[in-house]
C-alpha cells in the first residue's frame, strides 16, 4: 500500500511551482485532500506579510491538530526561510523545516526525517520533476528568482537574493515539453519579470523572450506577470502589444502615484514617468492593465492617500489590488514612524469601493464584445451555468464569465471558444458561446 501525501500550498504563484517540483520528487505517494489521512504533510509557506505570516503559522497548526500518529508535518518555503531559528524554536509540532533552497529534494529530506537550510535559492527549470496542477492546459513558467530593486516596506531580497534569471533555451525546453503534454496558455512569472536576464547578459530578456516563444507551435495565448516601473520599456510595451501570442495584458503594481510616497517608497520611478509609461500602456489597442496599491505606507497623509485615490478614480485600471501596508522588519520602512492600524483600515475600506467602481466600468466595456473563452467547467453559481475566462485574463485572479447559452454546441471543458458577452448582473459577465 502506497503512503498518503497532504500538500498545502500557500501565497503566489512562484511558490505554486515550488510545491509543483515537490510534487514531482514524491510521485510515489498518493495525494490526499484528507490531512487526517496523510503519512506525510507539507505546507509550503508563504512569509511576504503579516496576513501571509499569520495564515501560514494557522496552517501549520491546523495540519498538527488534523494528523495522523506517525505522519511526518514538514514546513517549507519562505516563512520557514525567513524564520528559521524561531520557528524552529518556537514550533515542536514540526518534524522538517526547509526554506526555499530544497524543494527538489525534499524526498532525501523526509527519507532521512532532517531538516536543512541550503544558501543557495532555488530555481525551477526545464529538468524540474514538476507535477503541474489545477489546470490541464494553463502553467506558469518561472523566469527568475530573486529581486534587485530595493523598495522600503519589502523583505524579499533578504531571503531571496539578488535576481538569478534561467536561460532563454531553459526555459524553451520547459515550455515545449509542456506543449507535447498538451498545454497551450502560459503565464510567465517571477519578482521582477521586466529585468529577466539583466543577471546573464541580456539587455531586452522579454522582448528575446517573446520572439523565442512566438515560434513554439501549439500555443494559444501567453502574458507576463509582475512588471517593474524603472525595467519597463516603451519598447517592451509595443512588443507585448504587436504580439500575436502574447496578450496585450501589462501587470504592473506602482504602489503608489504621489511623487513623494514614491520616494519614500524607493519605486525609483517619480509620478509623472509612473503616469507617462501607464499612459503608453493605455493607448495600445484593447489593453487590459493591471495593478497593486499599498495603503498605508508611513509618510503616506491624508492628502497623499486622496491624490492616489483621485488617481485610482481617473485612470480606469481594470483590476486593482489593494493591500494595507504591513511592516516588515528588515525593511528601510520598519523604523518609520507608523501610521495607526485603524486609519489603514479605514483608507482601506475607502480605496477598495473605488476600486469596485473601476473595475465595474471595466466589465461593461465587455458587454456585445465577442472574445476567445476557455471553459473550465460547471459553475459553481448553478448547475445550468458554466464557468469561463477570457484568454486575456490572468487564471484565478481577474475573475469569471458564466455562460448561460452554449447555442446548443457540445461543449468540451479546456477548450476554447468564441463567445459574446451578453450583459453584466451586478458584478458578474453572462455570456453566449458562438463557436
Given at each position: 500500500?502506497?503512503?498518503?501525501?497532504h500538500?498545502?500550498?500557500?501565497?503566489?504563484?512562484?511558490?505554486?511551482?515550488?510545491?509543483?517540483?515537490?510534487?514531482?520528487?514524491?510521485?510515489?505517494?498518493?495525494l490526499?485532500?484528507?490531512?487526517?489521512?496523510?503519512?506525510?504533510?507539507?505546507?509550503?509557506?508563504?512569509?511576504?506579510?503579516?496576513?501571509?505570516?499569520?495564515?501560514?503559522?494557522q496552517?501549520?497548526?491546523?495540519?498538527?491538530q488534523?494528523?495522523?500518529?506517525?505522519?511526518?508535518?514538514?514546513?517549507?518555503?519562505?516563512?520557514?526561510?525567513?524564520?528559521?531559528?524561531e520557528?524552529?524554536?518556537?514550533?515542536?509540532?514540526?518534524?522538517?523545516?526547509?526554506?526555499?533552497?530544497?524543494?527538489?529534494?525534499?524526498?532525501?529530506?523526509?527519507?532521512?526525517?532532517?531538516?536543512?537550510?541550503?544558501?543557495?535559492?532555488?530555481?525551477?527549470?526545464?529538468?524540474?520533476?514538476?507535477?503541474?496542477?489545477?489546470?490541464?492546459?494553463?502553467?506558469?513558467?518561472?523566469?527568475?528568482?530573486?529581486?534587485?530593486?530595493?523598495?522600503?516596506?519589502?523583505?524579499?531580497?533578504n531571503?531571496?537574493?539578488?535576481?538569478?534569471?534561467?536561460?532563454?533555451?531553459?526555459?524553451?525546453?520547459?515550455?515545449?515539453?509542456?506543449?507535447?503534454?498538451?498545454?497551450?496558455?502560459?503565464?510567465?512569472?517571477?519578482?521582477?519579470?521586466?529585468?529577466?536576464?539583466?543577471?546573464?547578459?541580456?539587455?531586452?530578456?522579454?522582448?528575446?523572450?517573446?520572439?523565442?516563444?512566438?515560434?513554439?507551435?501549439?500555443?494559444?495565448?501567453?502574458?507576463?506577470?509582475?512588471?517593474?516601473?524603472?525595467?519597463?520599456?516603451?519598447?517592451?510595451i509595443?512588443?507585448?502589444?504587436?504580439?500575436?501570442?502574447?496578450?496585450?495584458?501589462?501587470?504592473?503594481?506602482?504602489?503608489?502615484?504621489?511623487?513623494?510616497?514614491?520616494?519614500?517608497?524607493?519605486?525609483?520611478?517619480?509620478e509623472?514617468?509612473?503616469?507617462?509609461?501607464?499612459?503608453?500602456?493605455?493607448?495600445?489597442?484593447?489593453?487590459?492593465?493591471?495593478?497593486?496599491?499599498?495603503?498605508?505606507?508611513?509618510?503616506?497623509?491624508?492628502?497623499?492617500?486622496?491624490?492616489?485615490?483621485?488617481?485610482?478614480?481617473?485612470?480606469e485600471?481594470?483590476?486593482?489590488?489593494?493591500?494595507?501596508?504591513s511592516n516588515?522588519?528588515?525593511?528601510?520602512a520598519?523604523?518609520?514612524?507608523?501610521?495607526?492600524?485603524?486609519?489603514?483600515?479605514?483608507?482601506?475600506?475607502?480605496?477598495?469601493?473605488?476600486?469596485?467602481?473601476?473595475?465595474?466600468?471595466?466589465?461593461?466595456?465587455?458587454?456585445?464584445?465577442?472574445?476567445?473563452?476557455?471553459?473550465?467547467?460547471?459553475?459553481?453559481?448553478?448547475?445550468?451555468?458554466?464557468?469561463?475566462?477570457?484568454?486575456?485574463?490572468?487564471?484565478?485572479?481577474?475573475?469569471?464569465?458564466?455562460?448561460?447559452?452554449?447555442?446548443?454546441?457540445?461543449?468540451?471543458?479546456?477548450?476554447?471558444?468564441?463567445?459574446?458577452?451578453?450583459?453584466?448582473?451586478?458584478?458578474?459577465?453572462?455570456?453566449?458561446?458562438?463557436?
Amino acid at each position: 500500500m502506497s503512503k498518503k501525501l497532504h500538500l498545502v500550498s500557500l501565497g503566489c504563484t512562484k511558490n505554486l511551482i515550488d510545491s509543483e517540483v515537490m510534487l514531482g520528487k514524491l510521485q510515489s505517494y498518493e495525494l490526499t485532500q484528507d490531512s487526517s489521512q496523510a503519512d506525510v504533510i507539507i505546507v509550503n509557506t508563504c512569509g511576504f506579510i503579516d496576513a501571509a505570516k499569520e495564515e501560514s503559522i494557522q496552517t501549520i497548526l491546523d495540519m498538527h491538530q488534523s494528523r495522523k500518529e506517525n505522519s511526518l508535518l514538514v514546513v517549507s518555503g519562505c516563512l520557514s526561510e525567513r524564520y528559521k531559528d524561531e520557528l524552529s524554536r518556537e514550533l515542536s509540532e514540526v518534524d522538517i523545516f526547509t526554506g526555499v533552497g530544497d524543494y527538489e529534494k525534499i524526498d532525501e529530506l523526509i527519507a532521512k526525517k532532517e531538516s536543512r537550510f541550503s544558501p543557495e535559492v532555488y530555481l525551477a527549470n526545464e529538468k524540474s520533476p514538476r507535477v503541474i496542477t489545477g489546470s490541464s492546459y494553463h502553467a506558469y513558467i518561472k523566469l527568475a528568482e530573486g529581486c534587485n530593486q530595493k523598495c522600503s516596506f519589502c523583505a524579499i531580497p533578504n531571503f531571496k537574493g539578488k535576481l538569478h534569471s534561467r536561460s532563454l533555451e531553459s526555459i524553451a525546453k520547459e515550455v515545449k515539453a509542456l506543449v507535447d503534454k498538451g498545454y497551450y496558455e502560459f503565464s510567465f512569472i517571477s519578482q521582477d519579470s521586466s529585468s529577466y536576464g539583466r543577471d546573464i547578459g541580456l539587455e531586452d530578456g522579454l522582448i528575446e523572450l517573446i520572439d523565442m516563444i512566438e515560434k513554439i507551435d501549439g500555443i494559444v495565448s501567453a502574458k507576463i506577470l509582475y512588471l517593474y516601473p524603472t525595467t519597463t520599456t516603451k519598447a517592451l510595451i509595443d512588443k507585448i502589444a504587436s504580439s500575436k501570442l502574447f496578450e496585450t495584458y501589462y501587470d504592473m503594481p506602482i504602489q503608489h502615484i504621489d511623487d513623494g510616497m514614491l520616494k519614500v517608497m524607493k519605486r525609483g520611478f517619480g509620478e509623472m514617468k509612473t503616469k507617462e509609461l501607464l499612459e503608453y500602456m493605455k493607448s495600445k489597442d484593447d489593453a487590459f492593465i493591471r495593478t497593486s496599491i499599498i495603503v498605508g505606507h508611513p509618510g503616506e497623509s491624508d492628502e497623499k492617500f486622496e491624490r492616489v485615490c483621485e488617481f485610482v478614480k481617473d485612470f480606469e485600471f481594470d483590476r486593482v489590488n489593494v493591500f494595507a501596508y504591513s511592516n516588515e522588519e528588515d525593511t528601510t520602512a520598519y523604523e518609520m514612524e507608523q501610521i495607526p492600524r485603524e486609519v489603514i483600515e479605514q483608507r482601506v475600506d475607502i480605496l477598495e469601493k473605488i476600486v469596485q467602481d473601476t473595475t465595474k466600468k471595466s466589465l461593461e466595456k465587455m458587454i456585445d464584445k465577442t472574445v476567445d473563452m476557455v471553459i473550465d467547467g460547471q459553475s459553481s453559481e448553478h448547475e445550468y451555468l458554466l464557468s469561463a475566462r477570457p484568454l486575456k485574463w490572468a487564471v484565478e485572479i481577474d475573475g469569471e464569465v458564466l455562460i448561460n447559452d452554449t447555442n446548443d454546441i457540445a461543449i468540451e471543458y479546456a477548450k476554447v471558444y468564441k463567445a459574446t458577452i451578453t450583459q453584466l448582473a451586478g458584478m458578474q459577465l453572462l455570456a453566449r458561446v458562438e463557436s
